[in-house]
């Protein structure tokens, strides 16, 4: 089993929908869960950390399931400026892992 | 912001060249990263360094080599350049001594080409 797995879509969405991604993971002693987001050709960035309670920013929500070893991401309202690729990530024992990426085009 | 940044941003060379990518950072963090990105492949760690004199390899150091010259520079290293380092090579940067010390910044990232 892969450390972090996701599934890479493409997800293609209509403005206005609701999306939510998914990721694995297989390290039970994971501490720490991000979801980063990455446009085409360029650097990836943080979006958002994930806490064990739940977090919200906005129309974005993250989940983290520790039993499960499950990690969520949920757009609502979803934008056009949200296409892009979602890269799940966690922390283990050595520097993140990250997840090969989940695309989402949301489509005019 | 360039916080981060990358030299060169794009680069193409032949193979068995000797090449350097240059990571430098003004974001007082002390510890940096090398990645690279293949398609379909994600994000690979090839070297992490969390102060000067500390140097770890990552999952695919093999045909890589790193300097960490100060703080803010971290030197990426192809000794004798092969078609199957043709990638997307990220340096990324943390804080040890902020709240969050495992979010990772990045660099715009440089695209290597090796013919």
């Known amino acids: 089993r892969k450390e972090v797995e996701q599934d890479p879509g493409p997800f293609n969405v209509p403005e206005g929908a609701t999306v939510a991604f998914n990721c694995t993971y297989s390290n039970s002693a994971s501490q720490s869960f991000f979801w980063y987001r990455q446009d085409c050709r360029k650097e990836p960035k943080l979006l958002m950390s994930v806490y064990s309670s739940g977090n919200e920013d906005g129309r974005f929500t993250a989940q983290l399931n520790r039993a499960s070893q499950y990690i969520s991401l949920l757009i609502r309202d979803s934008k056009l400026s949200d296409s892009a690729t979602y890269l799940c990530v966690v922390k283990g024992n050595t520097p993140l892992v990250f997840g090969k990426g989940t695309r989402l085009s949301v489509i005019a | 912001d360039a916080d981060v940044t990358q030299t060169p941003r794009n680069r193409i060379t032949k193979t068995g060249k000797r090449i350097m990518l240059e990571c430098s950072q003004t974001k007082g963090h002390d510890r940096m990263y090398w990645y690279r990105q293949d398609p379909g492949l994600g994000l690979r760690l090839i070297y992490y360094?969390?102060?000067?004199?500390?140097?770890n390899k990552g999952e695919i150091s093999d045909g890589y080599s790193v300097s960490r010259q100060a703080q803010a520079k971290f030197s990426l290293s192809l000794e004798s350049a092969i078609p199957n380092q043709t990638a997307l090579y990220f340096c990324?940067?943390?804080?040890?001594?902020?709240?969050?010390?495992?979010?990772?910044?990045f660099g715009p990232g440089t695209r290597l080409t090796v013919l």
């Open positions: 990324a940067t943390s804080d040890l001594h902020s709240r969050s010390t495992d979010t990772q910044y």
């Open positions: 360094s969390f102060d000067v004199k500390d140097i």
